[in-house]
């Protein structure tokens, strides 16, 4: 059964970075792509980062550009999102997540980042 569970959230001042991690289970991690989404209050989950199966392509929103780095560790199954620089719209619930060849979709509970001062 596949799991995926973020850690890391919290509060933190404006200009302040955080670290969020994503352990994973119930797969064979390491031949799968994995990505972070994220939802703030009343809208709809956005798209944040993407890694490849092997770390060696990433992509990011372009308002993360810069700011946030995308990576993973297969042998402890596990992804990361460093977020530095962090701004008050950054605030949101940040899930991870994958996706399977044929399309379905798996998500971790959230985990919840705010930045205010």
């Known amino acids: 059964q596949v799991q995926l569970v973020e850690s890391g959230g919290g509060l933190v001042q404006p200009g302040g970075s955080l670290r969020l991690s994503c352990a994973a289970s119930?797969?064979?991690?390491?031949?799968?792509?994995m990505y972070w989404y994220r939802q703030a209050p009343g809208k709809e989950r956005t798209f944040v980062a993407y890694i490849t199966r092997t770390g060696g392509n990433t992509n990011y929103v372009e308002s993360v550009k810069g700011r946030f780095t995308i990576s993973r560790d297969n042998a402890k199954n596990t992804v990361h999102l460093q977020m530095n620089s962090l701004k008050p719209e950054d605030t949101a619930v940040y899930f991870c997540?994958?996706?399977?060849?044929?399309?379905?979709?798996?998500w971790g509970q959230g985990t919840q980042v705010t930045v205010s001062s």
């Open positions: 997540s994958t996706r399977t060849p044929s399309g379905r979709a798996y």
């Open positions: 119930g797969f064979t991690f390491s031949t799968y792509a």
